[in-house]
């Protein structure tokens, strides 16, 4: 029977720790020290919640999209545990962006939502990965696991489309390239840093979740 070994404890709130530390100095940065945009104004520094979000869930969907292959490869439980959780994280670093972008934009554009590529193409990402949740849990429990990786595997076509649509299409009103200075990098950096800590640290925990979960299914059968 599958237990929590101590280490994975220990890591855990060490991840916790760092990751709610980081957090909290990158938010001190982002009120105190980072600079006031002159065009945007204040509302500008969502910035620095909007973007660490969208990498944070690029690194999940992309671990997702990874574990799937492996589990596909190796039909090891472990594997779909990883694609499972890091896809739920991913969501609600997503839900995150899709929540700060709206504000940014009534800042920037003076509209809450505008069907501009980058807005569409991210809503579509997010509610195809909402699915995989939907599709996980309606499929039978013998088939779950494969199914749950095969659209783990395709569904990673939506990020280059989303990533590259400010490109393909016209009409965007994202901006292809942000002008930065370098105090706005350095704290931008600093924000990355504390919410990629802070999906691993989700992560860990959701993980947590599955192995439990695979113990008490072995209990049962």
Known sequence: MKTIPKWWTVTGTALWTASLALVAVSVWLVVT??????????????????????????????????????YLSTRNWAWDAVAVSSCEVGMVFATVVLLSGPLWARSSWNTWWTWEPRL????????????YHIVRHSVAAGSRREVSAVLGTVLIVTYPI??????WWRGSLHPKNVMMTSDMRGILLVSMAAWILFYLAA???RLRIEILREASNEADG
């Open 33 to 70: 020290r980072a600079p006031i945009e002159q065009q945007m104004g204040v509302a500008q520094k969502i910035f620095y919640i909007h973007v660490p979000s969208a990498i944070a869930t690029v690194i999940a969907f992309g671990l997702t999209f990874a574990a799937s292959i492996a």
């Open 120 to 131: 569409t193409s991210f809503l579509v990402m997010w509610i195809l990965y909402g699915g």
């Open 162 to 167: 989303t990533l590259m649509s400010v490109h």
């Open 203 to 205: 992560l860990q925990q």
